[in-house]
């Protein structure tokens, strides 16, 4: 079996696992019936595994998808991006944050280090052949789910 981006496969699945475990662990913290900032910020986290999961479908498949599958893959993980992203925006104005807390400290940690990771993207970087700028991506934003995990663990409803 070919695979035509495999690194990038790789990263997006390993991003989908480690979104998925968060998502797991801010449901947990949320508790039954109570934290509605932080179960929305859990339906983002699962949200966002099922983006990379598709989006590691999408650069990993394009030698066997047609290119009406890969525009439909393309398209659902770029909304699906902006359905997770909503989602933490809504758990965040859903909460009591204020400029102090250390809720707010880990998640402008995560903003950074995800903007740091855009910046990569959009660049040329890469590190020989198999490693480009999408896979750096990728791990960068796998980095910024830590600060953004634990900083919704924190929040409390408004």
């Known amino acids: 079996m070919r695979i035509s981006e495999p690194m990038t496969m790789v990263t997006d699945y390993l991003l989908a696992t480690v979104a998925l475990f968060f998502a797991r662990g801010l449901f947990r913290a949320a508790g039954p019936g109570a934290r509605r900032c932080v179960r929305l910020w859990a339906w983002g986290f699962l949200i966002l595994a099922a983006a990379a999961l598709v989006g590691g479908t999408f650069h990993g498949g394009a030698f066997y998808?047609?290119?009406?599958?890969?525009?439909?893959?393309?398209?659902?993980?770029?909304?699906?991006?902006?359905?997770a992203s909503a989602l933490m925006v809504a758990g965040t104005a859903?909460?009591?944050?204020?400029?102090?807390?250390?809720?707010?400290?880990?998640?402008?940690?995560?903003l950074a280090v995800s903007l740091l990771g855009m910046a990569v993207q959009q660049s040329s970087l890469h590190f020989g052949q198999d490693?480009?700028?999408?896979?750096?991506?990728?791990?960068i934003q796998i980095a910024a789910l830590w600060p953004f995990y634990r900083g919704a663990r924190l929040l409390e409803d408004r």
């Open 65 to 83: 998808l047609a290119d009406p599958v890969r525009r439909a893959l393309w398209n659902v993980t770029v909304y699906f991006i902006g359905f």
């Open 94 to 110: 859903a909460s009591r944050i204020a400029r102090r807390d250390e809720s707010a400290r880990w998640l402008l940690t995560g």
């Open 131 to 139: 490693f480009n700028h999408n896979d750096i991506y990728h791990c």
